[in-house]
């Protein structure tokens, strides 16, 4: 039976600053309380949470073969995700991400390394195991622009999140280029930038009429879903929040798990509420989760 997730992205090596009164300001030097080093990108947590829910995922990526990027092997190992299809390459690395977090506010600074497509998408896409593909970031399928229709040809149903990227975000044929997709996921910053409309709620219908199904997350405002005319909303609960990088990526791994199993939206919803809350509890996308 068909029933695993492909997860397709880059994986970068994370630098975690947390503990911050202020964020930083040109010219002065901070200090934070405490530094993680960790494995990230989106692909990779959403592989991370649906492998720790229970479903077999596969880690469709690239990884260096630099420092950086062999000090993430024992935890891919440990995550429990299906690492058959990881392309190891001289240039795929170092890549890295320095998230810094005061509890209220993040900032980000990343660099990427090589290209996108693994060597293996050919025979991860055509893997009689595979169901689903999903697809981390907007800009891995600007760099393989037939993604979308090579997974539909292998019968996988798709998912997109469009992770923030200032460079092609606003690009006029962002959604055109998304041709294929079943499920979207933005937040509601990546929703109003990509429509034009200030108001998510008109953001979400707009997206509605591109895509058969849409999930909005809000962060601690919960998570919206829409399809056709129908819309739904989920509140999320007040937890600890240590830490809010990958707290989207496990919120999809939640939900993709509810919806490929035919849940009903509201479980959808609930579903990817509860990982998306559970990461947001420690200092790293997937560093809560117990190895496997």
Not at 249 to 262: E, V
Request: net charge negative; hydrophobic share 45%; charged share 20%.
């Amino acid at each position: 039976m068909r029933s695993a997730v492909l997860s397709i992205g880059r994986i970068y090596c994370d630098l975690i600053f947390t503990g911050l009164e202020t964020m930083p300001v040109l010219g002065r030097e901070l200090f934070a309380d405490d530094l993680r080093i960790a494995a990230g990108g989106g692909a990779f947590i959403v592989a991370a949470y649906s492998a720790h829910i229970g479903r077999k995922t596969a880690l469709l990526s690239r990884l260096g073969t630099d420092g950086l990027s062999n000090g993430l092997i024992a935890e891919l190992e440990a995550s429990g995700v299906d690492l058959r299809f990881l392309d190891r390459a001289a240039d795929a690395g170092p890549q890295v991400t320095v998230a810094i977090n005061n509890g209220e506010e993040r900032a980000f600074l990343s660099r990427r390394a090589g290209g996108a497509e693994p060597a293996t998408l050919g025979e991860a896409l055509a893997w009689n195991k595979a169901r689903h593909l999903h697809i981390a970031e907007f800009a891995t399928l600007a760099e393989i622009p037939g993604l979308v229709a090579k997974a539909r040809e292998n019968g996988l149903t798709v998912s997109l999140d469009p992770s923030w990227d200032e460079t092609l975000i606003y690009q006029h044929d962002f959604l055109d280029r998304c041709e294929g997709v079943d499920l979207f996921l933005p937040n509601v910053e990546e929703a109003v930038a990509i429509t034009g409309y200030s108001d998510p709620d008109v953001a979400l219908d707009r997206l509605a009429e591109r895509f058969p199904a849409v999930a909005l997350k809000a962060g601690a405002g919960g998570a919206y879903f829409a399809a056709g005319d129908m819309r739904l909303h989920e509140n999320a609960p007040t937890v600890k929040v240590v830490d809010t990088t990958g707290a989207g990526d496990a919120f999809n791994a939640g939900l993709i798990h509810a919806w490929l199993g035919g849940a009903s939206a509201d479980i959808c919803l609930r579903e990817g509420i509860a990982m998306g809350s559970l990461a947001v509890q420690a200092a790293g996308g997937a560093a809560i989760l117990p190895p496997r």
